[in-house]
């Protein structure tokens, strides 16, 4: 009996720690994954839409708990009672609780399906247009539009919609922003499509939010929204193809990474805009160096972090595809200079 006041009064005083934080919106802008602080239209039409039934389904539980307790305090057995009056049936009653019910569900239904059409299609006008594929544990972000791809960062200029088409290349994914949008699957052999915008330029974090294997866990992404200026100065950036060549200029050490990036094993499977890699089994690095995050969001994006990731991809992401080739220490070094002056 004790042991269950005790579980009692814990159950009670979780929900009196947990309810505050899941009801104010502050706290929620605190969680870089929360549904419950939309940061763009579509994300804050969802919301809406669930904090309908949300709403509709406390007040159902506080009617339907209150007259609950009130029949087993009030009415409870005592010892010595007469057996109660027996009935069967009550036409009233069964009207009620048909009716009521239909009432409820047509109160969800109607904003249900309104919303489902008003989110089918991005509102027509200049949108960025993106393809988004996902790989075993990575994306690779295509802008169609301008001819070049990234990998798990998508920059977006605030306050435009960004209508998406996802693929796969592999398995089942699921693209998920949780303060931009709702989570839409991403399957072999067909192309989905979803949209969203930001309101404030940040950053918003992305998982994948399907089990898609080894490294579903550490398959993030990163959607990067800035002001429209800066936007159009990074995609100016990227269709210059000047990127590599200046990180080449840009020190002796990077210069010998070049070199053996494009001589070795790299340039098999990566791109670099500009240069004689063009493989396509692994990320587009071409803009590597102004990532803030690698391994598909697993890390931030420093020089230690880099050497570690080349040495032994798997020892840091668990079923990492990238193999890991034997080079000595300067060798990786030079590597990391290179990349990292992808920007
Ligand atoms: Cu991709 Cu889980």
Known sequence: M??????IKRIIHGLSVLTPVLLSGHAAAALPQSTLAPAGPVARMQLDLFNITLYIA?????IVGSALAY????????????????THGNARLEILWTAVPVILLLFMAVPTVRMTFELAAAPAGDNVKVRVVGYQWWWAVEYPEHGFATANEMRIPVGVPVEITLESADVIHSFWVPRLAGKVDVIPNRANTMWFQADEPGVYYGQ?????????????????ALEPEEYDA???SRESEQIAVQAVASSD???????????GACAACHTIDGTTATGTVGPDLTDFGSRISLAAGMFDNTPENLAAWIKDPRAVKP?????????????????????????
């Open 319 to 343: 079923g990492a595809l990238m193999p890991s080739i034997p080079m000595s220490d300067a060798d990786v070094d030079a590597l990391v200079a290179f990349l990292q002056a992808l920007k």
């Open 208 to 224: 994948c939010a399907e089990y898609c294997g080894t490294s579903h866990a550490n398959m993030r992404f990163r959607v990067i």
């Open 253 to 263: 050490l990077a210069a010998r990474g070049h070199e053996l990036f494009m001589n």
């Open 58 to 62: 406390l007040f159902i539980f506080v």
């Open 71 to 86: 029949a087993v305090i009030r009415f409870r057995g005592k010892p010595g009672d007469a057996i109660p009056p027996q």
């Open 2 to 7: 004790d042991r269950c006041r005790n579980s």
């Open 234 to 236: 990074w995609i100016a």
